[in-house]
């Protein structure tokens, strides 16, 4: 598939654009805009109308670990802006440009196992992740008939440079930790089968452990547990 990558960081936007371009042999369009940014969704909708784009695949997200009481307004408007507001304004202004073309397509939300139970230390990102798989799950029954397929993939521990940047300390409970060429061809194969889905088996299989087998109190406190032995000595 050729590619439009949408990053603000113009160094990192190139770098990648070459390794891909190199890699697979394929055409890429890169725009480089700040998703803080309301107008930000209005280029990008009108150049995917130019490239005849009809996979949307929304993985940006910004993202902090620390105390709540430790935030700052503009990092809490990050949260906001990024996490949840560009998400849903871009999902809301791609559907309808599908739907205006008569065109079916895919889009793919990226979500997180934070986003299932109240989390510490990252209690804003925990929130902004429930709301995005909430968001492609009312989609995914909404935008069938017009054929888009809707999904969310709930991502869990994966090995990736800001993952690895948070210093996470294991005690007995460890999380999968996953590759993140295996979440995505995941991910991509699963795109409209369901509502949401969850990488991993052991993911699959603690969430099945947390949210149908446990009271919600008991999996909250056991969720909890692991977040302050990963992260109660780094905030």
């Known amino acids: 598939m050729n590619l439009i990558l949408v990053d603000k960081d113009p160094t990192a936007l190139a770098a990648l654009s070459e390794r891909l371009g190199q890699d697979f042999n394929i055409e890429l369009k890169c725009l480089c805009l700040d998703l803080n940014d309301a107008p930000t969704i209005a280029t990008i909708i009108e150049t995917l109308n130019s490239l005849k784009c009809r996979l949307l695949i929304y993985n940006a997200a910004f993202s902090k670990i620390k105390r709540f009481n430790q935030y700052s307004e503009h990092e ?3 949260f906001i802006n990024v996490n949840m507001a560009a998400c849903l304004r871009l999902t809301h202004a791609f559907s309808k440009y599908l739907i205006e073309k008569k065109q079916g397509g895919g889009i793919l939300l ?21 709301f995005t798989w909430n968001l492609a799950e009312s989609l995914y029954y909404e935008l069938k008939p017009h054929g888009i397929d809707v999904s969310a993939c709930i991502a869990g521990a994966t090995i990736t440079e800001t993952y690895l940047n948070t210093n996470p300390r294991y005690g007995r ?3 999968q930790l996953e590759q993140p060429m295996t979440l995505v061809e995941n991910a991509l194969k699963k795109i409209g089968e369901k509502p949401f889905f969850i990488s991993g088996f052991k993911n699959r299989l603690n969430y099945f452990l947390l949210t149908r087998i446990l009271p919600r109190k008991m999996a909250g406190k056991i969720a909890n547990r692991v977040m302050a032995q990963m992260y109660e000595s780094n905030v």
């Open 173 to 175: 409970i460890k999380p």
């Open 76 to 78: 809490l408007e990050q």
């Open 110 to 130: 990226i979500s997180s196992l934070a986003g299932l139970l109240g989390m510490e230390f990252i209690a804003p990102y925990a929130a902004s992740k429930a």
